[in-house]
């Protein structure tokens, strides 16, 4: 393993043939499907005067919609990190009759149109609806509510979770946790010393995903948020607004502020996970 | 194994020849042919059961005298959405929009219509006009008659957001311009004589907006949304919304029981039509798409707009049981009250424009 890189570089190459078509190919596709797009709007958003951002981004508005954007994907990201921990560890380590049942429904939030997902969960916590009718005399506003942005963007995020984490548990060898706990272990200490370091980047890849997601949501939020200015409105929903009226300028740089951040904070998730890589890789 | 290989080989060979057949297929399909003419139709959300009627009609007309067999391919989305679409070059030959502003945007970004669009068909290029009314509930329990009615304190206001909404807009004008109409004793703006009494006169009407904002509990991002906000999760006690969209929720939404109100002063939505000259031009349709546009205010389409709930401009000749639906309400343009679209977007969207003072204000004053 501690062969010279440069070596190992050439003998990776001679093994494996198609190294130059792959690369050629990788490079094409993510060009075509991802690069243009994004710098298109790079490309939009030079031209755009200083003084447009200055004024788009100190809006109260836009700071209170950012405000609530980071915040609720953040939280959302954070309950689903737990409880998609949860869900993944049921379904791979306890088959029950109807996992598979189970299994499926994970997809869900994937599959449906953001939008009905939307209307789905407002019907449900609006105060007429099933949830809502039951939180709103303890004076929990769901529906119409910060609040109601967290809980669709928890909904739209949990196969994220799930869907990273399960195949880093199937691979997880409970002979390791069979070891600690013959050595002395107890079940807490087997938990956060053996399983948990071993999932830590599954984990956070599925936080990162979910967050990802949450930041550019706007189907289903607009339904449920009650898009009340200062209070309630997203980002997206604000690039929509700005649209609207023609203003292409605004728009762009309320996008380019966004595309600015998500990058650096899954920039920096990134570099915790290659910090982390480094050091597991380092002790063993 | 042997079939196998075989079968593999038929199955390769025959999407070959179904791709190729395909790929003749859709050429075929798009030489021009003399028999066939084609044209798409980009309208905006509440048309949709009116212009599928009309199209019928209009394909049957252009048959017997033209010998064409015409389709119109219809698309239908939110005003400005669609605005946007055309101008970044979807082949739209005509358009019919919410918003004079939406197609005077086209005009002023692209080449794609001259900027006197507006003035080369009758009434404003609008064949047909609507008007801002309100839905409430059964019996009309909070007694709301007009618009001082939705500054009552317990009284809750459905509108959708104007930022994402043309309707919004409409709706967020009508209220606008009856303040104004009523501190300038029903004058139209341009008429009134001096500046301070318009400015005055706005100052009220800022106030008296602000106050109804206090009662809006949610702002939905279009007019249907709002709609279903009101009627299936029946929140608020009055809904604004377009006269032929309330018509279309007591009729589609008949189980929810709401009931119709208009007030005594409105503003005469005119939803604006044109051809789009650089398309047509290029497809040789201008002919065509200027018959379909100007067929909308012969006595077929007008009656047609009556009786999707529209006001029709030349009554005559619509159906008296479709008139007789409409309430009879005093009805401002945008040029009475804001001067142009222009003007009214400049003074109350745009960013830092009154709707943003309202709600930044009802903030800092802890209400909302």
Redesign the interface.
């Known amino acids: 393993m501690s062969a010279h890189p440069v070596s190992k570089w050439r003998m990776r190459r001679r093994v494996m043939p198609g190294y130059g078509l792959t690369l050629g190919y990788t490079i094409c596709y993510l060009s075509l499907v991802v690069l243009l797009p994004v710098s298109a709007l790079t490309l939009r958003a030079a031209n755009v005067d200083l003084a447009v951002y200055l004024d788009v981004l100190l809006d109260p508005r836009t700071l209170a919609a950012f405000r609530l954007t980071f915040g609720a994907a953040f939280i959302a990201a954070t309950i689903n990190m737990v409880f998609g921990f949860i869900v993944a560890w049921t379904l791979v380590r306890y088959p029950f009759p109807g996992h598979r049942i189970v299994d499926a429904m994970v997809d869900l939030p994937f599959a449906l149109p953001t939008a009905v997902s939307g209307i789905a969960l407002t019907s449900l916590y609006a105060r007429t609806g099933l949830l809502g009718s039951v939180l709103t005399p303890f004076g929990i506003e769901v529906a119409f509510a910060p609040l109601g942005v967290v809980v669709a963007l928890t909904f739209i995020g949990l196969p994220f979770v799930v869907r990273t984490l399960q195949p880093a548990l199937a691979d997880l060898d409970p002979e390791y946790e069979e070891a600690a706990l013959s050595l002395g272990a107890t079940r807490v200490q087997v938990f956060f010393a053996v399983i948990l370091p071993a999932l830590r980047p599954a984990m956070l890849t599925g936080f990162a995903l979910a967050l990802a997601r949450a930041l550019g949501e706007y189907g289903s939020v607009v339904f449920i948020s009650g898009n009340m200015p200062m209070r309630t409105e997203i980002v997206s929903l604000l690039i929509i607004g700005k649209l609207e009226q023609f203003d292409y300028d605004g728009a762009t740089a309320l996008a380019m502020a966004t595309l600015s951040l998500s990058f650096l904070l899954l920039f920096s998730i990134n570099l915790i996970q290659w910090r982390y890589a480094a050091k597991t890789r380092s002790a063993a | 194994m042997q079939f196998n290989r075989q079968s593999n080989r038929l199955l390769r060979h025959t999407s070959c020849v179904v791709v190729l057949a395909l790929v003749l297929i859709t050429t075929a399909c798009y030489r021009p042919n003399a028999g066939m003419v084609e044209i798409l139709h980009v309208s905006y959300d509440p048309t949709r059961e009116f212009f599928q009627e009309y199209n019928a009609v209009f394909a049957q007309y252009w048959r017997d005298t033209h010998e064409q067999q015409l389709t119109v391919l219809q698309s239908h989305g ?1 005003s ?2 669609q ?2 679409s055309v101008m970044e070059g979807l082949e739209a030959h005509v358009v019919s929009l919410a918003l004079a502003y939406d197609i005077d ?1 086209i005009a002023e ?1 692209t080449q794609l219509v001259p900027e006197d669009w507006q003035s080369r068909l009758p009434h404003n290029s609008a064949p047909f006009t609507s008007t801002i009314v309100f839905l409430v509930r059964q019996g009309n329990p909070k007694e709301i008659h007009d618009w001082d009615d939705l500054v009552q304190d317990d009284v809750q206001v459905i509108t959708p ?1 104007p ?4 309707g919004a807009r409409w709706n967020y004008l009508a209220v606008w311009g009856y303040a104004l109409s009523r501190e300038l004793n029903g004058l139209a703006l341009p008429e009134a004589a001096s500046e301070d009494m318009i400015a005055a006169a706005d100052k009220a009407a800022y106030a008296f907006v602000k106050r109804l904002f206090q009662n809006v ?5 279009g007019a249907r ?1 709002a709609t ?2 009101f009627a ?4 608020g006690d009055v809904l604004i919304t377009w006269e032929n969209e309330a018509f279309l929720a007591l009729d589609k939404l008949a189980r929810y029981n709401l009931e119709l109100v208009a007030p005594s002063v409105s503003i005469l939505a005119e939803p604006t039509v044109t051809w789009i000259d650089a398309v047509t031009t290029r497809r040789g349709t201008t002919d065509l798409a200027r018959a379909y546009l100007e067929r909308l205010y012969m006595p077929e389409g007008q009656r047609l707009a009556a009786r999707h709930y529209f006001r029709p401009r030349l009554p005559e000749y619509a159906d008296a049981v479709d008139l007789n639906r409409l309430s009879d309400v005093e009805l401002f343009t945008i040029a009475d009250m804001f001067g142009s679209w222009e003007a009214a ?1 400049e003074q109350h ?4 424009g009154s709707f ?1 003072r309202i ?2 204000e009802n ?1 800092r004053e802890g209400g ?1």
């Open positions: 939110g400005g959405k605005a946007r945007a970004r957001n930022k994402t909404s043309g509990p949610l702002l939905d991002s949304a279903t906000t299936q999760r029946g929140i977007h969207f745009t960013d830092g943003d709600y930044l903030m909302s």
